[in-house]
């Protein structure tokens, strides 16, 4: 069984014609999964995903068709990000300090899923705490590449795009709190999506920085990242964060892969020094393929961009800091028998936190150093006030054009280990994602290309606040008007 074949649709179809039923299909992939040599699954759900399978199985007879009406996510298998609780099953967020962690409730977006119909997997390896832009950082160790196993499958969500490209399940759900969605979509050759910030509920998403951090769905197609955003999306009361209106319906649109008049704003700051040529070429062909679907190229300026780095890191490491202080072995955590034994406070905590893992220990030590007395205003307050201007930026040129495109990341999956000791260098592949968060923006990554060794090129396509519908349709009518 390949990837192409887990398109929703052609998985609906099975059901439908009686090639299939969801025991079968959630067999096969569990088979898949347990023989695979990505690293992506730390945890396989087989009891929970077969029981699930099996109820379906029983209502498809039944019902005799596949009932979207009442399920409209009906059979579909998927793996969740580890960041993301569901209950009975361990959850570890890729850490050692979470190892044995077992949560009581289930996250909002997953419950979501799983009344639809969802089959759950099991849950998906990570960068440790979302933090890292390789899928290097996890204490369980890296996940590779779907298609070149000695590649880097991007991060922090790297475990869902490595599952979904290697065709382990039909879809993933991510986590996106400077491009960790799409970039590894960019990296892996699938589409991956981050909402609005408050589109769907962080309800048991446990926390990195909380005004940046924002569930996503991540699939082969626009067309199934809509379904999945349709059933997940809307207000949740257990998150204060979540916005209070309805849930977005018929997100794709019609399909009809017109663009007409559609003004596609294309920033220099995107195609500066430092972008390679071969990424490059594959926007600005992807480009071209909106203006021959009917859409005008328009000139933006995002004039800070170039302090989104600086900015993102200072806001990022202080929401972290703040964060992961309840990692502390008595309300979360592990709690040695060796930190048990300690009465000096200073050294327990050192001990239990030494469970963290290094790019962990560094944002926390910068956070708190930024948070700390006599560095907050020079630190924490100046990076919020730029924030303000990066995010002015933005709704400024979208009084100019309907669309933002441009690249996902300056380059393509990198090879494992070839960046993990210099961290400043991986920080800055998330140069053209992390404006995004800063924004609280809907943005995604549909695959536009290959460079020349066979590794896919992402196209990001950004939209203005609570413009998810449009970006989602024109997504669609992109991949529907590419070449097969």
């Given at each position: 069984?390949?990837?192409s074949?887990?398109?929703f649709?052609?998985?609906w179809?099975?059901y439908?014609q009686k090639k299939?039923?969801?025991?079968e ?8 999964i ?5 690293g ?5 759900c ?21 009932p ?7 059979g579909?298998p998927m793996g969740?990000k580890d ?5 009975g ?8 300090i979470l190892?044995n ?15 639809a119909g ?5 849950k998906?390896n ?18 590779k590449?779907?298609?070149h196993?000695?590649?880097v499958p ?12 290697a ?8 986590s996106?709190?400077?491009?960790s969605?799409r970039?590894?979509?960019?990296f ?6 981050k ?11 446990v926390?990195?920085a909380s005004s ?7 699939a082969?197609?626009a ?7 349709e059933?997940?999306a809307?207000h949740?009361p257990?998150?204060?964060?979540s916005?209070n209106?309805?849930?977005?319906k018929n997100?794709c649109?019609?399909?009809?892969g017109?663009?007409?008049?559609l003004r596609i704003?294309?920033p220099?700051q ?11 070429q594959s926007?600005?062909a ?22 989104a ?8 490491v202080c929401e972290a ?10 309300r ?12 000096d ?9 030494s469970?963290f ?7 926390i030590i910068?956070?708190t150093?930024?948070l ?5 205003d020079?630190?924490?307050k100046?990076?919020?006030q ?5 995010r ?6 979208f009084q ?5 495109l ?5 380059g393509?999956?990198?090879k ?15 140069i053209?994602?992390?404006p995004v968060?800063?924004a ?5 990554s549909?695959?536009?290309g ?6 896919p090129i ?9 413009q ?6 024109t997504?669609d009518?992109?991949?529907k008007g590419?070449?097969?």
């Amino acid at each position: 069984m390949d990837a192409s074949s887990l398109q929703f649709n052609e998985i609906w179809s099975n059901y439908d014609q009686k090639k299939s039923k969801p025991s079968e299909l959630a067999r096969a992939l569990l088979s898949k999964i347990k023989a695979s040599q990505h690293g992506a699954f730390l945890t396989v759900c087989e009891d929970r995903a077969m029981e699930q399978a099996k109820r379906l199985d029983q209502i498809l007879e039944k019902e005799g068709k596949v009932p979207r009406e009442k399920f409209p996510l009906f059979g579909i298998p998927m793996g969740i990000k580890d960041a993301l609780t569901i209950e009975g099953v361990r959850t570890t967020c890729a850490s050692k300090i979470l190892e044995n962690y077992v949560p009581p409730y289930t996250a909002t977006s997953v419950k979501r899923l799983e009344d639809a119909g969802v089959i759950t997997l099991g849950k998906l390896n990570m960068d440790e705490f979302a933090m890292g832009g390789s899928n290097e950082n996890s204490a369980f160790g890296p996940v590779k590449h779907p298609t070149h196993l000695d590649r880097v499958p991007g991060g922090s969500s790297g475990g869902s795009a490595t599952a979904v490209g290697a065709g382990l399940c039909a879809a993933a759900l991510g986590s996106d709190t400077g491009g960790s969605i799409r970039l590894p979509a960019h990296f892996s050759g699938i589409t991956g999506m981050k909402p609005t910030y408050g589109t769907v509920s962080r309800f048991g998403l446990v926390a990195f920085a909380s005004s940046l951090d924002q569930v996503g769905p991540m699939a082969h197609s626009a067309e199934d990242c809509a379904r999945i955003l349709e059933v997940m999306a809307g207000h949740d009361p257990l998150d204060s964060t979540s916005l209070n209106q309805k849930a977005p319906k018929n997100l794709c649109g019609t399909g009809s892969g017109s663009l007409k008049g559609l003004r596609i704003g294309i920033p220099k700051q995107y195609f500066s020094k430092g972008i390679s040529s071969e990424v490059s070429q594959s926007v600005q062909a992807a480009i071209q393929k909106f203006e021959s679907l009917g859409a005008v190229q328009v000139p933006v300026d995002l004039p800070h961009t170039e302090y989104a780095v600086a900015v993102y890191y200072v806001v990022a490491v202080c929401e972290a800091s703040s964060n992961l202080a309840r990692f502390d072995g008595i309300r979360y955590g592990v709690r040695s028998d060796r930190a048990r034994e300690l009465s000096d406070l200073d050294a327990y905590y050192r001990e239990v936190r030494s469970l963290f893992g290094a790019e962990v220990k560094r944002r926390i030590i910068l956070g708190t150093f930024a948070l700390s007395s006599g560095y907050y205003d020079a630190y924490y307050k100046r990076a919020c006030q730029v924030r303000r201007l990066i995010r002015d930026d933005f709704t400024n040129a979208f009084q100019e054009c309907d669309l933002i495109l441009g690249p996902v990341s300056p380059g393509t999956a990198f090879k494992l280990g070839e960046k993990i000791s210099d961290p400043l260098t991986m920080y800055l592949n998330d140069i053209l994602t992390i404006p995004v968060n800063l924004a609280g923006l809907p943005a995604l990554s549909v695959p536009c290309g290959k460079d020349s060794q066979g590794l896919p090129i992402g196209l990001q396509m950004i939209a203005a606040p609570f413009q998810d519908e449009r970006l989602l349709a024109t997504a669609d009518a992109f991949q529907k008007g590419m070449p097969s």
